[in-house]
Structures are given as structure tokens and as C-alpha cells.
């Protein structure tokens, strides 16, 4: 087995790819790739438990239109028509020692582009971090609430699938902060887009032409996909570093 292909597969497992995915990115038949995947995932069986999970936080009105299983119990009360709908925050903590917590942050854009910024995983203490999520989730008029490890993972990891199908990468800041939300192997039960249709909202540090030609691309001219170019006076910045505590 080659090694150097081995670190490979692991990375991009660990940044949420499929096996599929992998196999598309090393240029390698999947029945190639699949030795290497599961070489991947015995080891990460063989090595320690995950750190104890400390909590889970996600912005409300998270779910201002995506498509949301009834069955999941993944409600969102939050009333439409928000200035920040499509823009998802999330923090997840888990314990590190007996008096730490290691933290790691994520913004995403689940109508289009995916995860745009990671944050993590930093060690703080429990007063540094009520004192963070404040300022990670400041944009938002209703502020946050605690969410199931389940529903982060779905939301997170879907959204990097499906902006991956539409031709965008995550933040490679990503990479480091995936490994937080614990394995992903499940295809998510979220419909991402807004209404289940692509929606690119343009941050001003965004190559629009490009984002809007990549679209073209995958889904087809507008109407198969909907974007704002210009926001004025709008209180996200996906393409900036406004949400950056």
C-alpha cells in the first residue's frame, strides 16, 4: 500500500470527503481508492476515544429555507424573512483536561459555497467561552441555542458535500477543525439551497464572475440558480472576516 497515497486519503477523509470524492480527487478508480479507506478508518477505530463532548451551540434561525425531515426533531422556531438566513454558525466544545475545553468554530453558507470560515480548535476556559460565543454569534437577532451533535454534523458536513457537487471547495481552515464534529459517514437528511435551489450570496472579497460561472457550469444558467451580487448595508460579510471574534 502506498503511503504517501494512504496520508492522502486520511486528509481528505478528515476534511468530510466520500469515497467517491476521494477517488474523483486522486484521479483513482473508486475500487482502487476503497483499500485505502478502509485502511483509514481501522486505524481511527484503533486509536483513542474522541474527547468528551462539552456542548454544542448553532445560531436560531438556522433552517430559514433548507429542507428539514420532521422526524429528525431538528424544529426551527425562528420567523422568516431574516436578514442573516443562509449564513449558519456553529460551536462545538469538547473537554480537554479536567479544566479546559477545546473549541472549534464554523461559518456556513448552506445555500451555495459551503464552509467559508473555521475557526480551532483553541483551548479556553469555560468564562472564555461564554464569553466567545457572544461574539461568534453576534450577527444574529435571535441570538443562539444549544443543538444536538447530530444535527452540527448533518449541516456541516452536508454543506461541504453539497458545495462540493457545485464545483466549491471549504475554507482550508477547514481541515483543522473538522476532526471536532466527530466521523461522518451518513448522507445528510438537510435539502441545502434556499428552497432547495442554489443561492449565491456575493461577499465583497468574493470572485463573483468566477462563483457565477462555476454555477453555470454545474446547475445551468439562471433560473437553475438565484444570486445577489451586491448586498448593501447587510450585516453578514460571507467572503470577509466581519464574523471573526
Aim: glycine share 12%.
Amino acid at each position: 500500500m502506498d503511503s504517501s497515497i494512504l496520508e492522502k486519503v486520511r486528509e481528505l477523509r478528515g476534511q468530510g470527503h466520500s469515497p467517491k470524492q476521494i477517488a474523483r480527487a486522486l484521479g483513482m478508480a473508486p475500487a482502487a481508492v476503497a483499500p485505502y479507506v478502509r485502511a483509514v478508518a481501522e486505524q481511527t477505530g484503533g486509536q483513542a476515544a474522541e474527547p468528551e463532548l462539552a456542548g454544542c451551540w448553532i445560531n436560531v434561525g438556522w433552517g430559514e429555507g433548507l429542507g428539514v425531515p420532521g422526524t429528525t426533531g431538528w424544529a426551527d422556531d425562528a420567523p422568516a424573512g431574516q436578514e442573516t438566513a443562509g449564513t449558519v454558525s456553529v460551536v462545538v466544545a469538547r473537554k480537554h483536561g479536567w479544566d479546559k475545553l477545546s473549541v472549534c468554530a464554523y461559518l456556513v453558507d448552506v445555500y451555495c459555497l459551503g464552509v467559508k470560515h473555521a475557526l480551532g480548535p483553541d483551548v479556553m476556559s469555560e468564562v472564555e467561552l461564554h464569553r466567545f460565543l457572544p461574539k461568534w454569534f453576534r450577527i444574529y437577532s435571535h441570538g443562539w441555542r444549544e443543538a444536538p451533535l447530530d444535527l452540527v454534523r448533518h449541516l456541516v458536513f452536508g454543506a461541504v458535500n453539497y458545495a462540493r457537487d457545485l464545483g466549491f471547495e471549504p475554507t482550508a481552515d477547514f481541515a483543522g477543525a473538522a476532526g471536532h464534529l466527530g466521523a461522518w459517514e451518513a448522507k445528510s437528511a438537510v435539502t441545502f439551497g434556499k428552497d432547495g435551489k442554489p443561492f449565491y450570496i456575493a461577499g465583497p472579497h468574493d470572485d463573483v464572475r468566477h462563483v457565477v460561472k462555476t454555477l453555470e457550469r454545474r446547475v445551468g444558467p439562471p433560473p437553475n440558480f438565484d444570486f445577489v451580487a451586491h448586498v448593501p448595508d447587510s450585516p453578514i460579510s460571507l467572503g470577509g472576516h466581519r464574523l471573526t471574534p
